[in-house]
């Protein structure tokens, strides 16, 4: 495995894991299971920073690499956090008082949309 690949491969392990705590920590605080309000702020800046990075990596690899392809799709980050996104704007329009979405949860989708759109026209312009 050449060593771009494992970069890539170590950024992706840690963002997946950072992800799947974040979207953890979100559906707990916003079902009132466990009340992790107060931690919402630091992993979805710790979340978000490790997805820049790969995001970053992954794209200067392709732009330095003339035979880059990479096996790391983002549209499954933006399908799982849409899908959420739509589930708590749902049951928050059903019952305002008992669920309320968190500001940082926003933040993160716009975030991963952001990271996803500058990465697709990024590709995009390699590929021309």
């Known amino acids: ?4 690949k494992k970069e890539l491969l170590f950024w992706k392990i840690l ?3 950072w992800g799947s705590l974040t979207a953890i920590f979100f559906l ?5 299971i466990y009340d992790l309000s107060h931690v919402l702020a630091d992993i979805t800046i710790i979340y978000l920073s ?7 990596v992954k ?3 392709r732009w330095k690499n003339g035979k880059f392809l990479s096996n ?9 956090w849409t899908f ?3 589930t708590f704007i749902i049951f928050s329009a059903y019952d305002e008082t008992n669920y309320k979405m ?3 949860f926003t933040a993160t989708y716009l975030s991963v949309l952001g990271i996803f759109a500058i990465s697709r026209k990024s590709k995009n312009l390699k590929l021309k």
């Open 1 to 4: 495995m050449r060593k771009p």
């Open 15 to 17: 963002s997946n894991f």
């Open 28 to 32: 707990l605080t916003f079902f009132k």
């Open 50 to 56: 490790i997805l820049s990075i790969f995001a970053g």
């Open 59 to 61: 794209e200067f690899n």
């Open 72 to 80: 790391y799709h983002g549209e499954v980050f933006v399908i799982i």
């Open 84 to 86: 959420l996104i739509f």
């Open 102 to 104: 968190s500001t940082e």
